[in-house]
């Protein structure tokens, strides 16, 4: 059974940091796009970064550049999210997806495999 288990998640104050990580089980996505999505109450799930298999090449939501940073580490099935400079508006519920091999980080249809989500709560 695949999992996806993220991890991380908190209320931080406006400036700080947080680093989300997220565990992967039940195979391997050593070779998979991964990536972090956030949605908060009445609105889509939106796009914040994805990485590629081997960790190469990397995107992010524009918002996030310069601020936030996507990694992997295959050997322990993890991808991470670190968050620098969070800001109220970084308020969410944010979700790790493993995906097809190659793909688009930015569409939500290339992810296959969700995680149950991680609440972020950023206060002014």
């Known amino acids: 059974q695949v999992r996806l288990v993220e991890s991380g998640g908190g209320l931080v104050q406006a400036g700080g940091s947080l680093r989300l990580s997220c565990v992967t089980s039940?195979?391997?996505?050593?070779?998979?796009?991964m990536g972090w999505f956030r949605q908060v109450p009445g609105k889509e799930r939106a796009f914040v970064a994805g990485?590629?298999?081997?960790?190469?090449?990397?995107s992010y939501e524009d918002s996030v550049k310069g601020r936030f940073t996507i990694s992997r580490d295959n050997a322990k099935s993890t991808v991470y999210l670190q968050m620098n400079s969070l800001k109220p508006e970084d308020t969410a519920v944010y979700y790790c997806?493993?995906?097809?091999?190659?793909?688009?980080?930015?569409?939500?249809?290339?992810?296959?495999?969700w995680g149950q989500g991680t609440q972020v709560t950023v206060s002014s």
């Open positions: 997806a493993a995906g097809l091999s190659v793909g688009s980080f930015e569409l939500k249809g290339n992810y296959r495999y």
């Open positions: 039940g195979r391997s996505f050593s070779s998979n796009i």
């Open positions: 990485i590629s298999g081997g960790g190469s090449y990397s």
